[in-house]
T-cell receptor
Framework: GQNIDQPTEMTATEGAIVQINCTYQTSGFNGLFWYQQHAGEAPTFLSYNVLDGLEEKGRFSSFLSRSKGYSYLLLKELQMKDSASYLCAVQDSNYQLIWGAGTKLIIKP | KAGVTQTPRYLIKTRGQQVTLSCSPISGHRSVSWYQQTPGQGLQFLFEYFSETQRNKGNFPGRFSGRQFSNSRSEMNVSTLELGDSALYLC?????????????FGAGSRLTVL
């Protein structure tokens, strides 16, 4: 079967660094996405990884290891506005997106 | 450019009724996908339309249906509503080119079934 696992909830402190992990088992792999969703709002695209390694985009970085079926989203210099749910999704061999249940990130002052 | 527009934003129905939700994609986007989102369940894929054809379908009962018009606008319909259908229904559009299928989501239609 197809499965995406990520922690349900994480708490971090403003100004700190947090890493949100995502592990997956899917039928085929054509890339992994991270989306951010603030409460009551639509998900918005953060990053896309298809090759192994780290992709950096400002305070946010995303890492992929295809051999391990593993990715993480790294958020640096946390700000209160980073409080949101972070969704991991894998694009399978049919280019369909398989979604994790999301990680709710709580930032404390 | 205008984003993905979903209507209505909020609606309340009773069991047994039916509902139609509408989605206008970003101009030029030919793919429209529908998702159901409930607390703790994440995004559940309903179906995807491309150029008026249903290209993929998730594991939902036949009460859930959709269509896409020639202008790429899409509608989804849920018949014989059940309490468990209460959810946020999200529509997303994309260029659907092979490679990164980046979705742009609408704000959603929040359905409450009483």
């Amino acid at each position: 079967g197809q499965n995406i696992d990520q922690p349900t909830e994480m708490t971090a402190t403003e100004g700190a660094i947090v890493q949100i992990n995502c592990t997956y088992q899917t039928s085929g792999f054509n890339g992994l996405f991270w989306y951010q969703q603030h409460a009551g709002e639509a998900p918005t695209f953060l990053s896309y990884n298809v090759l192994d390694g780290l992709e950096e985009k400002g305070r946010f970085s995303s890492f992929l290891s295809r051999s391990k079926g593993y990715s993480y989203l790294l958020l640096k210099e946390l700000q209160m506005k980073d409080s949101a749910s972070y969704l991991c999704a894998v694009q399978d061999s049919n280019y369909q997106l398989i979604w994790g249940a999301g990680t709710k990130l709580i930032i404390k002052p | 450019k205008a984003g993905v527009t979903q209507t209505p934003r909020y609606l309340i129905k009773t069991r047994g009724q039916q509902v139609t939700l509408s989605c206008s994609p970003i101009s030029g986007h030919r793919s429209v996908s529908w998702y159901q989102q409930t607390p703790g369940q994440g995004l559940q894929f309903l179906f995807e339309y491309f150029s008026e054809t249903q290209r993929n379908k998730g594991n939902f009962p036949g009460r859930f249906s959709g269509r896409q018009f020639s202008n790429s606008r899409s509608e989804m319909n849920v018949s014989t509503l059940e309490l468990g259908d209460s959810a946020l229904y999200l529509c997303a559009s994309s260029n659907r080119e092979y490679g990164a299928n980046v979705l742009t989501f609408g704000a959603g239609s929040r359905l409450t079934v009483l």
